[in-house]
Each structure stands twice: as C-alpha cells, then as structure tokens.
C-alpha cells in the first residue's frame, strides 16, 4: 500500500464523499467549511454550514450533510445552494442532538446517527416521509453503511470500540435484536478516546473497512468480521473514508481538535 497527502489543512476533517465528475469532497466540522478537491487537488470552498459533520453526495449531485450545531440535516444543491433541512431538532417525534453520519439506499431513504454518549439512536428518514428509530440507547453510534443488498447496516459504537449489525427487514424497519459483528483493536495506552470506531465503507468484495479515530489506523474486517489488516493513516485522530475507486480509497482526519486536520489517499496497490 501507499499514501499520498492530498493536502494539510487548519481544521479537523470530516465527511468524505464523490460527486459523478470525480470531484471528493469533505467537511471540517468547527471551520465550518465543505471542501471540494477536484481531479488535479486543487482546493476551494464550495459551501458552508454551522458544523457540517458526514456527508453524502445523491444521484444528480445534491449533497446531503449532517449539521451538529444545527441538529439537522441539510439539502445543498450541486453547487453549494442550500435549499433545505431535510431533518431539523426531531425524528420520528424524537429529539435529535448530535447527527452525525448518514448514508442513503438505492431508493434514496436515508439511516444517520445521533451520536451522544449512552442514548444515541440509529434513525431512519423515508423518501416518502416515514421516519423511525432503528436503534437507541447505544453509546455514541457513530459512522454506518449498508451491506451490498441493502438488507443489513453496520453502525460503528464508538465507546464501545465495537461494529453492530442491524438487520433489515424492509427500508426503516430493525429485523431482530442487534448484533455485535465485530470487536476492534485496542490502543496500548489504555485510554478511552484512543479506541474509537467512526467512519464506515465497504470495498468492492463486501469486506468492511473502520476508520478508528485514535488508533492512527483504518482497519479491513472480513465479511465475517473478522480482522484482516490495519494501516497506519500517519494522522492520530482518522476521522472517515471512502473508495474513490476499487484501488484507492480517501481518508480524512487529523491531528487535533478543532485543528489541525487533513486529507490523504491510501493506494491499495503500488
């Protein structure tokens, strides 16, 4: 594998993401910033939010981005308009605090996060309309993504340094209890915040891949959640990640918070 540093950056990084021209972008949380990088690596500001957090980049471009101050979720067109809070403050008649991550279905539906320690919830936002709790009372739920044929989310439970599994039964609705896929490394100096699962992607085989923010580290878990390598990212606090294309996926993170922040490509092939 190699990395290359696509830039160093004043804040902390978040919310990686591709739109159809190749363009990545990402968000950086207290600079209030969503970045675009286009195809040669030149940065500018495409748009801004209060504390744009995970992101999501629809068919036709329009990017869905979570807003922690805001407690929303924010429509932005394919030029960095805003348009509209697709979720503000509640779902499904229960407050929302601190969204955090999102991902959306073939179909459009959207699952996000509500990270706050010991009561977070798994939410669910329809295309129609419906609105439903997945899952509550998990401690900081954190990055998540959908298995292949949409039938299962993996949610990543920050203090518990865990991957759940959430199976489905149709868009929205929990199938069954849910179920602990897989138990992550833990760092050498003991302390808390330094074994924290956060952003989620899956690579083309449906092999998982964990950015562990604290761990320095992303990490490849099987389809059995099983442990089969972890890279060293060179930025303490990896935040998130995405594959760009079958060899190459995008990291985003940093060394501190609010800053220093930054963004790198991890080559899974020299």
Same mark, same amino acid.
């Given at each position: 594998?190699?990395?290359?540093?696509?830039?160093?950056? %004043?804040?902390?990084?978040?919310?990686?993401?591709? @739109? +159809?021209?190749?363009?990545?972008?990402?968000?950086?949380?207290? =600079?209030?910033? !969503?970045?675009?990088?286009?195809?040669?690596?030149?940065?500018? /500001?495409?748009?801004?939010? @209060?504390?744009?957090?995970?992101?999501?980049?629809?068919?036709?471009?329009?990017?869905? !981005?979570?807003?922690?101050?805001?407690?929303? !979720?924010?429509?932005?067109?394919?030029? #960095?308009?805003?348009?509209?809070?697709?979720?503000?403050?509640?779902?499904?008649?229960?407050?929302?605090?601190?969204?955090?991550?999102?991902?959306?279905?073939? +179909?459009? $539906?959207?699952?996000?996060?509500?990270?706050?320690?010991?009561?977070?919830?798994?939410?669910?936002? *329809?295309? $129609?309309?419906?609105?439903? !709790?997945?899952?509550?009372?998990?401690?900081?739920? $954190? #990055?998540?993504?959908?298995? %292949? @044929?949409?039938?299962?989310?993996?949610?990543?439970?920050?203090?518990?340094?865990?991957?759940?599994?959430?199976?489905?039964?149709? %868009?929205?609705?929990?199938?069954?209890?849910?179920?602990?896929?897989?138990?992550?490394?833990?760092?050498?100096? #003991?302390?808390?915040?330094?074994?924290?699962?956060? =952003?989620?992607?899956?690579?083309? /085989?449906?092999?998982?891949?964990?950015?562990?923010?604290?761990?320095?580290?992303?990490?490849?878990?099987?389809?059995?959640?099983?442990?089969?390598?972890?890279?060293?990212?060179?930025?303490?606090?990896?935040?998130?990640?995405?594959?760009?294309?079958? #060899?190459?996926?995008?990291?985003?993170?940093?060394? *501190?918070?609010?800053?220093?922040? *930054?963004?790198?490509?991890?080559?899974?092939?020299?």
């Amino acid at each position: 594998m190699r990395i290359e540093k696509i830039s160093d950056l %004043p804040f902390y990084t978040e919310g990686p993401a591709r @739109d +159809s021209r190749g363009n990545i972008y990402c968000t950086t949380l207290s =600079g209030g910033a !969503i970045l675009k990088i286009d195809v040669e690596n030149k940065i500018s /500001e495409w748009s801004y939010s @209060d504390c744009p957090n995970g992101q999501v980049v629809l068919p036709g471009d329009d990017h869905l !981005i979570c807003d922690v101050t805001l407690s929303a !979720i924010r429509r932005f067109d394919c030029n #960095g308009r805003f348009v509209k809070n697709e979720m503000e403050k509640y779902c499904a008649d229960f407050e929302v605090f601190c969204p955090n991550d999102l991902v959306a279905d073939n +179909s459009g $539906n959207i699952y996000f996060t509500d990270s706050i320690r010991n009561k977070g919830k798994v939410c669910f936002l *329809g295309v $129609n309309g419906e609105q439903n !709790i997945l899952s509550n009372d998990l401690d900081y739920p $954190n #990055g998540l993504v959908l298995s %292949p @044929d949409q039938k299962a989310l993996y949610v990543a439970e920050s203090y518990k340094n865990r991957i759940l599994k959430i199976n489905l039964e149709s %868009p929205g609705k929990a199938k069954g209890e849910v179920e602990i896929f897989a138990e992550l490394p833990t760092h050498p100096s #003991g302390k808390e915040t330094d074994n924290l699962p956060d =952003g989620l992607t899956l690579d083309h /085989e449906g092999n998982l891949w964990v950015a562990h923010y604290g761990m320095q580290s992303i990490h490849k878990l099987s389809t059995e959640g099983k442990l089969w390598t972890s890279v060293d990212t060179h930025m303490p606090l990896t935040s998130n990640l995405f594959f760009y294309d079958q #060899g190459m996926i995008v990291v985003t993170g940093g060394y *501190g918070e609010p800053g220093p922040g *930054g963004i790198f490509k991890v080559f899974l092939w020299n």
